[in-house]
Structure formats: C-alpha cells, structure tokens
Antibody, heavy 123, light 108 residues
C-alpha cells in the first residue's frame, strides 16, 4: 500500500527543538516530491516547503524560510521537518504530502497525505 | 506573493443542490490550481488539479473550471458525504504556493 506515515503527536516547551518525520512506503521514495503543510488550530492550510528526496533539492515558502528545516534520508525513505527553537505559535497540525508525478519539474499539488502530526508548544 | 480570495467562506445547502465555490487570484496563474476537500480531523483530499482535471477516484459530480485569475469548483448534486471544507490552492511557477481561506459547506 502506498502511504505516508507520520510520527506521533508531541508536546514541547518554548525554546525546545523538535524533528518530526514522514515515512513513505509502497513507492519509489526518491522519485516524488514531499511537501510540508501547516494547519493552525481552527485555521486554513499553509504550504511550508518541499523537498525532492532524490537529490535533496529543497524550496521554502518565504513565510517559513529560516524558521524550519526540511530534510530527507532516502536510505530510510523518510522526510523531516525540524525546529531549533519552538514558539507557542508553532502549535499546529503538520501534514506531509506527496506530489503524484514522478520526476516532476512542477510539483505543486498533492494527492497522498499523511495523517498529520500535532505539535503542541506550551510552557 | 499571489493572494487568493475564496468565496463564500460558508455555504448552507441541501442534499441535491448544485453548489459553486469561487477562487480568485491576484495575478494570472494559467491553470495551476488545485481543489481539496477536508473533513474535521482528517487530512485534505485532492479533488481537482490543473484547474479542471479530476483526480482518480473522485466522483464525477465534482468539476473544476477557469483559468488565469478566476476559478470555480462545482458540485452538481450535493451528497451527504460532501459536507466539508473546501480549499483552492495555486501552484504557479516561481511563486510561493498558497491556499485559499476555505469554504465550509454546511447542511441547510
């Protein structure tokens, strides 16, 4: 089965670091772009950035550039989203999502989504 | 950045109704637009890509149209399973990708 499995919910304090994971299975992980999307409580969707695991080509939304780091370990078919110093405003659900076209040069939409990882940042 | 204006923000409709949701962009994006459906507590689901292409397995009562700066999502006959929130998303080249604010389709 083709799927994206995300790491479990996490509760952190402001200033702490965090790395959440998204593991792809059932397909060639290195050939498809993976994006990260934020959804704050009761709010809409925000595209954060995207990575091509095959060569780690990474692009960020200006709103998230410098605030998070997106990476991938193709040896274990896993993409990551990490923070070095969390803020309360980072409290949100974070989804990873896959662009459906292999080797795409215009990976803008997403047909396969993980279930989301809820990150809560509270003192 | 490209600004998205999605309307209405809330829509009350009955089963069997024809429903139309509009998405406008602040600049031309050709046909680089997708539509998603999201139910509470669930991940979004792709409905339409490239403005009018139906994703695999999506019922044919869903359709998308438009180009440049104005787009619509139409549900030809609303079904009980369609009550959800719908988002448009532009993915124009060389611009950060952005989502519309969402349209919640409620039972009338």
């Amino acid at each position: 089965e083709v799927q994206l499995e995300q790491s479990g919910a996490d509760v952190k304090k402001p200033g702490e670091s965090l790395k959440i994971a998204c593991k792809g299975s059932g397909y060639s992980f290195t050939s498809y772009w993976i994006a990260w999307v934020r959804q704050m409580p009761g709010k809409g969707l925000e595209w954060m950035g995207i990575i091509y695991p095959g060569d780690s080509d990474t692009r960020y939304s200006p709103s998230f550039q410098g605030q998070v780091t997106i990476s991938a370990d193709k040896s274990i078919s896993t993409a990551y989203l990490q923070w070095s110093s969390l803020k309360a405003s980072d409290t949100a659900m974070y989804y990873c999502a896959r662009h459906p076209v292999q080797f795409s040069n215009h990976p803008g939409y997403f047909d396969l989504w993980g279930r989301g990882t809820l990150v809560t940042v509270s003192s | 950045d490209i600004q998205m204006t999605q309307s209405p923000s809330t829509l009350s409709a009955s089963v069997g109704d024809r429903v139309t949701i509009t998405c406008r962009t602040s600049q031309s994006i050709s046909s680089w637009l997708a539509w998603y459906q999201q139910k509470p507590g669930k991940a979004p689901k792709l409905l339409i890509y490239r403005a009018s292409s139906l994703d695999s397995g999506v019922p044919s009562r869903f359709s998308g149209s438009g180009s440049e700066t104005q787009f619509t999502l139409t549900i030809s006959s609303l079904q009980p399973d369609d009550f959800a929130t719908y988002y448009c998303q532009q993915y124009n080249t060389y611009s950060p990708w952005t989502f519309g604010q969402g349209t919640k389709v409620e039972i009338k």
